[in-house]
């Protein structure tokens, strides 16, 4: 099976040609090279590479570079800006490059962007006109999903991270599952889908993480396979475990069948953002 990781990030070290806008748990440089390295390393063939907001906003510049070097292995998502009244233009334009499959909309952690404000209609417009999935950020925010699901029906909604507070380091939330009755509410609306990103931080308990199964098999129950992708939210998570680590548990559970593995491990990805990699 091919297997695709649903979130990764790349970035170099902070110097004055491409400086950084802030911070971002990890090591101090993860170049597209060495993602590339860590990829082969678990035997992970591609990859959506998610230009990090934390560090560059909404410069992509080192994401098209990265592609540039790896066409074959890197799909690419870039953060978009609401609140720019010209943000339509800028998501025609990343929709006409090579290898761009979706955009994204932050609005947390930390005070954000307001929920409510008229931009996010406009981002979720304008990629239904483009054909662009948009990726939301919004721990805590759910309600507000719901509601882009219902205003924008022909927009693909990716809820990142399974829409749940993720730790930047150990230990686990007390209670990580807490929203997850407001999560499978959304498995209601027919043009949302769930990345099953970083859910190996969510456990209280060490690796291979069993306590996260029961959890996540309501979410698959909900969602169906077709609207899951699986991913490890590289290098976000590089506090709380390895890359190894984030990849192994589902290829090892006896909790999915070999169907139910492919189709989350990169199936219903190639579908969702219509990318599949060039890899023999």
């Not at 040609?17 to 971002?24: E, I, S, T």
């Not at 686990?172 to 997850?180: I, K």
């Not at 060490?206 to 992708?229: E, S, T």
Request: aromatic residues 10%.
């Amino acid at each position: 099976m091919l297997t695709i990781d649903a979130q990764v990030h790349a970035y170099e070290r902070n110097y004055p040609g491409r400086p950084w806008a802030g911070v971002l748990p990890g090591p101090p440089e993860v170049t597209g090279d060495a993602m590339v390295a860590a990829m082969d390393a678990v035997g992970v063939d591609a990859a959506v590479l998610i230009s990090p907001f934390a560090l560059y906003r909404y410069d992509a510049t080192y994401a098209l570079e990265v592609h540039a070097a790896h066409p074959d292995r890197f799909a690419l998502i870039k953060p978009v800006d609401p609140t720019d009244p010209a943000v339509g233009e800028t998501i025609t334009e990343w929709a006409a490059l090579e290898g761009t499959v979706g955009v994204r909309i932050m609005l947390n952690p930390g005070p954000g962007l307001d929920p409510e404000h008229p931009g996010v209609d406009r981002v979720l417009a304008a990629a239904a006109r483009a054909s662009m999935p948009v990726n939301l950020m919004c721990w805590g925010l759910l309600e507000h999903f719901a509601r882009y699901a219902r205003a924008h029906p022909g927009t693909m909604l990716v809820l990142d991270h399974l829409g749940l507070e993720q730790p930047f380091h150990p230990p686990a939330p007390p209670a990580p599952f807490a929203d997850l009755p407001k999560l499978l509410a959304l498995a209601d609306y027919d043009n949302v889908v769930v990345k099953i990103t970083g859910a190996c931080t969510l456990s209280h308990e060490p690796y291979p993480y069993g306590d996260i199964w029961d959890p996540l098999r309501r979410v698959f129950d909900a969602f169906g396979f077709d609207r899951c992708l699986w991913g490890t939210d590289w290098t976000r998570a590089v506090h709380l475990l390895t890359y190894e680590q984030a990849v192994a548990p589902f290829r090892l559970t006896d909790r999915l069948s070999d169907a139910e593995r492919e189709t989350l491990m990169g199936g219903a990805l190639q579908r969702i953002y219509d990318w599949r990699p060039a890899i023999t």
